[in-house]
């Protein structure tokens, strides 16, 4: 089954990527992806000066099924790579050199300043990445700088940052947004205006795992303080799932939408595709199962394509999406189809009194 979709005109193997994060912190590691099977990956969010970016230990919390102890929901403070640019921008070249076929995505984020922004776009570009990924969105940490997600909840940023790198860059730019505010269609329209080709979503959702009852501190506890950081996994995929339909009923046709947020399975990929998503992004997900997972993704897209008689990747993206309507277009649906069905009983009980009338016609006329 041939599982390939071209989105901004990059032809990708299969529409599974590995998230920014974790699963894409260095070459080794993306290329480990490749050859698992995942079509392309977005690597850890670099900036110009790794040694601003310091990150502390523990950095993750998890929350746990009360019933079988399965991770259905994951908290982190961890911030963007704080690996140097000289050894990314070689690894980049690295990639490309080795895996022409697979997708690479470079994650960007600096500070407000055009200047910054448009040299990370020009150094990173000459490495031959296919796309970049504007990170508009990481909710902790780089916002005590305004970076992120700063970017992403103020619309009028995310349009003139996203309009700095897009008038140099010449391949495609998806800006990533952030699910911690009440519209998630004002910075992602702010974004296209700015010359964005896609929109990712989502990031992750500010978040309290929790607090440890012994200490009273809550968690993850870094000596004795915390923060609170970003949740990810399972548990946002709902949300996730509901801010990709929002997105793909709102922007412009051309636009393409990554879908991200708790997914694990081919069924919830497929469930972000039916939605408007024409690629999938895991990150959390990798960091539990491991990158072989993409075996059962890939096998469950062509069983579902089989299944359900869908010729390419393409016919599946945004099928579900015409079903969704208003409150009060529910509820005059439910009244029409009570009215239909109780036409349809009137007409059983007519026909049924018919045939009692004549069968007692018959018995009687003798
Ligand atoms: C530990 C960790 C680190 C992350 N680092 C980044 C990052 O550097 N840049 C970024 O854009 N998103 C980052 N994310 C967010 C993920 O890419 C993704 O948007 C989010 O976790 C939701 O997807 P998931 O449920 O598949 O993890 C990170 C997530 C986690 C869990």
């Given at each position: 089954m041939d599982l390939s979709i071209t989105v901004n005109g990059i032809r990708f193997p299969n529409p599974f990527l590995l998230g920014s994060g974790p699963p894409g912190t260095n070459a080794r590691v993306i290329a480990k992806s490749y050859d698992a099977g995942w079509g392309g990956a977005v690597a850890k969010t670099i900036s110009l000066e790794s040694s601003k970016v310091v990150n502390v230990v523990p950095r993750y919390g998890k929350l746990r099924s009360r019933s079988n102890g399965e991770v259905i929901g994951f908290e982190n403070i961890e911030l963007i790579s704080d690996r140097p640019i000289e050894v990314w921008l070689e690894e980049f070249r690295q990639i490309k050199k080795d895996y022409p076929n697979n997708v690479l995505i470079a994650s960007i984020m600096e500070e407000y300043d055009k200047g910054r922004w448009q040299e990370l776009t020009r150094v990173v570009q000459d490495t031959g990445v296919d796309a970049f990924e504007l990170n508009f969105s990481c909710p902790h940490g780089m916002t005590e700088r305004k970076m992120g997600s700063e970017m992403g909840e103020h619309p009028d940023l995310a349009e003139e940052v996203t309009g700095w790198v897009t008038e140099v860059a010449k391949i495609p730019v998806w800006a990533k947004m952030t699910p911690n505010i009440t519209n998630i269609k004002e910075p992602a329209a702010a974004a296209v205006r700015g010359g964005a080709h896609g929109i990712s979503a989502i990031n992750t959702i500010l978040s309290v795992i929790g607090v440890n009852l012994d200490t009273l501190r809550p968690m993850p506890t870094v000596e004795g303080y915390s923060v609170p950081g970003g949740y990810s996994s399972q548990a946002v995929k709902p949300i996730a799932l509901r801010m990709v339909s929002q997105l793909a009923l709102s922007l412009p046709k051309e636009t393409s939408i990554s879908g991200i947020g708790g997914i694990e399975t081919a069924h919830d990929a497929i469930e972000f595709m039916l939605l408007g998503a024409s690629t999938v992004q895991i990150c959390t997900g990798v960091m539990l199962?491991?990158?072989?997972m993409v075996d059962e993704l890939r096998e469950g897209l062509a069983k579902f394509m089989a299944d359900k008689g869908?010729?390419?990747?393409?016919?599946?993206?945004?099928?579900?999406?015409?079903y969704f309507s208003t409150h009060m277009d529910l509820v005059s649906r439910m009244k029409e189809a009570k009215r239909h069905k109780a036409g349809e009983a009137s007409r059983d009980n007519e026909w049924a009194q018919k045939d009692i009338t004549e069968k007692t016609a018959e018995l009687t006329s003798d």
């Open positions: 199962k491991g990158v072989k869908f010729n390419s990747v393409q016919e599946i993206v945004g099928k579900s999406l015409p």
